[in-house]
Nanobody, 117 residues
């Protein structure tokens, strides 16, 4: 059974940085595309960054140039480096494998990111 464990969130001031991590257990991690999603209060969950098994990356316009997704297949981990954070980045962040508009795995608990002065 695949488990997703996100970590690295916290409270940060506008303009600050955070690095999120997601450890994936129970699957052959290296063969799957991975994505970072976020859900802000009262809003639908959205995909903000994705990385293929070949390390091609894609970003939502709202985070392009500020966020960087990467993966370490030896550690079964996907990362999200978030720079120049804005209050509108406040959300719970999750990782998963995108399958069209769906996801492959049961969601983890997520990690809370709050951007506020």
């Amino acid at each position: 059974q695949v488990q997703l464990v996100e970590s690295g969130g916290g409270l940060v001031q506008p303009g600050g940085s955070l690095r999120l991590s997601c450890v994936v257990s129970g699957s052959i991690f290296s063969i799957y595309d991975m994505g970072w999603y976020r859900q802000a209060p009262g809003k639908q969950r959205e995909l903000v960054a994705s990385i293929t098994s070949s390390h091609w990356t894609n970003y939502a316009d709202s985070v392009k140039g500020r966020f960087t997704i990467s993966r370490d297949n030896g550690k079964n981990t996907v990362y999200l480096q978030m720079n120049s954070l804005k209050p509108e980045d406040t959300a719970v962040y999750y990782c998963n494998t995108p399958v069209g508009r769906q996801v492959r795995w049961t969601w983890g608990q997520g990690t809370q990111v709050a951007v506020s002065s």
